[in-house]
């Protein structure tokens, strides 16, 4: 799930297919079908003109948002792919997959194989980050790893647990990782040290996502038993533990506002939407 400019929702899933969403008004504005299995991922670009989606059929397609239409479909891993992002000016695409391979494409041209590939993962790459200097990827095999795109230079930080999710704070000071032990970690970017843990939600064997308000002050996770978690950042304490739903379900995906503070979770084939300030009562929206 990816709130596009804080305007729009994309939503992907098993019934392989994405869809864009007003998640206001619960208003599905298309729907983007070309994968033959379940679409893991799905980021759109800085300018919101284009679409990148991820999928277990091994491909990535780029989409044309207006026309529906797939640009070009890119092949090249050996598994399915489990995650994909734009670099910061959206003419590479970075994707990440069960093959342990992580993959940038140049979208912009007809080339259809890789301009680079990183196989250093030892297990799944469960997300790919970058900011203008680095390519930023977590794996199953406990690593968070820092490529820099122009010294050429690879820094792996051993968290020691499997990394199920990984994003950055606005600042791009910290990494928030999501463990498969059930403890969401706060990594210092710059020397790799852990800062804080955040616990209180459940995540079992499912991978659940985290997040990061705007503000770069509150830590987000779902949950596998229906709830979801918000904890100050600086002092780890859990602010409010929110019941998306009373009758269970994993909260598995969610994204948060870039600007306001708004969340919108995910539970099973339902997409809710949260706005709050955290110091009263919550409002919800169920939209699918």
Not at 30 to 40: N, Q
């Amino acid at each position: 799930m990816h709130l596009v400019d804080g305007s729009y929702c994309l939503t992907c899933g098993s019934d392989k297919k994405i869809k864009l969403w007003n998640h206001k008004t619960g208003l599905l504005l298309k729907t983007y079908g070309g994968h033959a299995d379940e679409v893991t991922d799905a980021r759109s670009s800085c300018e919101s003109s284009n679409i990148v989606s991820a999928s277990l059929d091994k491909s990535i397609i780029y989409w044309d948002v207006s026309t529906g239409a797939p640009v070009r479909r890119l092949r090249g891993h050996a598994g399915g792919i489990k995650c994909v992002s734009f670099n910061e000016d959206s003419s590479i695409a970075i994707s990440g997959g069960r093959d342990n391979a992580v993959f940038c494409w140049d979208i912009r041209t007809r080339r259809l194989e890789p301009v680079q590939m990183m196989r250093e993962a030892k297990d799944c790459i469960t997300a790919v980050l970058s900011n203008e200097n680095k390519i930023i990827t977590s794996s199953l095999d406990g690593c968070i790893r820092h490529y820099d795109i122009r010294a050429g230079e690879l820094t792996v930080d051993k968290v020691g647990v499997p990394i199920t999710y990984l994003c950055m704070t606005r600042d791009e000071q910290c990494l928030v990782a999501a463990c498969q032990d059930g403890v969401v970690r706060l990594l210092d970017c710059e020397s790799g040290g852990i800062l804080s843990e955040y616990k209180g939600h459940r995540a079992d064997d499912y991978q659940v996502e985290c997040g990061i308000m705007s503000n770069d002050a509150h830590i987000i996770s779902g949950s596998s038993n229906g709830d979801a978690f918000v904890w100050d950042l600086l002092e780890g304490k859990v602010l409010q533990n929110i019941e998306i739903s009373k009758t269970g379900g994993v909260v598995h995906s969610l994204a948060t506002h870039p600007k306001l503070n708004e969340i919108v979770f995910a539970r099973r084939r339902d997409i809710y939407v949260f706005s709050t300030e955290f110091d009263g009562e919550d409002e919800v929206m169920e939209i699918i």
